[in-house]
């Protein structure tokens, strides 16, 4: 890549494919050189202090980086342990990441930079609010009132001219349990992100989803149990594990375990409606139909 930068600065000048000129593309290079350093030590950084001193850091140079003319369209491929994600039809892209603070505490932060026809940009800053909401699942939220997890899956869905994106996230949460979020995102008249809504359906008196009909949906489970939730084109669902008490104690979270069984989600008409059971036999461990999302962000290098 770096050899490729120095090429283009002796090409004639202009702008190559999607308005990024040879002097944009390697002030980008430079600044994703910083955030690669940056974002390993907020993963792998020995203490808080440092981990807290890097986030920092990879703050002030994304900004800086996504300032540049066209950044959009500059995939920051070495960046490995921050999510980046595009929209499926590349109307938007999501960076988000976490930081530990200890082991029973984490933090999530991110930002969703839109496409612009002049290619300035237009950046929302995502904050976490989770840990000051009552009812995280129950909550409609804006950018800067985010249920913060780190996404690794965009969905897209329409109904009735309206474009849905179904986000697939995870946190770590604690030290003894891990979440996994399904949220849905939309933009208002005013083109700003809101997240959740009633997009989920499941039967009424369900003892285990109580609440009909959530904002947002949750698996939460076992440290190390390693719960999936994916979507799979091929049967056009979301599918996640059923889980399972290790103890008999299914209100103790941290005590849920796959089963081998699968529940889902299909789309019909504006919302996502509860599957039961997706498959008529239990899946033995390492047949599931899906891979599971990586623990550390995945990279995500093309569009979609």
């Known amino acids: 890549m770096r050899y490729l930068i120095l090429a283009l600065l002796f090409l004639p000048c202009g702008l190559l494919p999607g308005g990024l000129s040879a002097q944009r593309l390697a002030e980008l290079h430079a600044h994703e050189d910083s955030l690669a350093q940056s974002g390993n030590l907020i993963v792998n950084g020995t203490n808080a202090s440092d981990r807290f001193v890097a986030d920092s850091q990879f703050t002030r140079t994304l900004v800086r980086a996504l300032k540049i003319p066209y950044s959009f369209n500059y995939p920051f491929d070495s960046v490995e342990n921050v999510s980046r994600l595009y929209a499926p039809d590349s109307s938007f892209r999501v960076f988000t990441w976490e930081i ?72 770590e949460h604690n030290e003894a349990s891990t979440r996994k979020w399904i949220d849905v995102l939309t933009f208002d008249e005013n083109n700003h992100p809101v997240f959740g809504g009633q997009y989920f359906t499941f039967p009424a008196g369900d003892p285990v989803h109580p609440s009909p009909s959530p904002d947002r949906y949750m698996i939460e489970y076992k440290k190390g149990a390693n719960a999936r939730v994916q979507y799979d084109p091929d049967l056009d669902l979301l599918i996640f594990d059923h889980l399972i008490s290790e103890s008999n104690e299914p209100e103790k979270r941290y005590t849920l375990v796959p089963d081998g069984d699968y529940e889902g989600f299909r789309w019909v008409n504006g919302r996502w409606v509860h599957i039961n059971k997706v498959f008529n036999q239990k899946l033995q461990n390492g047949q599931a139909p899906v891979p599971a999302p990586l623990k550390t962000p995945p990279k995500i290098q093309g569009k979609g």
């Open 100 to 171: 530990m603070i200890d082991p029973d505490n984490y933090r999530r932060h991110g930002a969703i930079q839109m496409r612009t026809p002049d290619g300035s940009l237009k950046l929302y800053a995502l904050i976490d609010r989770t840990d000051m909401m009552d009812r995280p699942l129950d909550t409609v939220t804006s950018n800067d009132y985010w249920v913060g997890n780190i996404y690794y899956k965009i969905v897209l869905k329409k109904f009735q001219n309206r474009k849905y994106y179904t986000l697939l996230g995870y946190d």
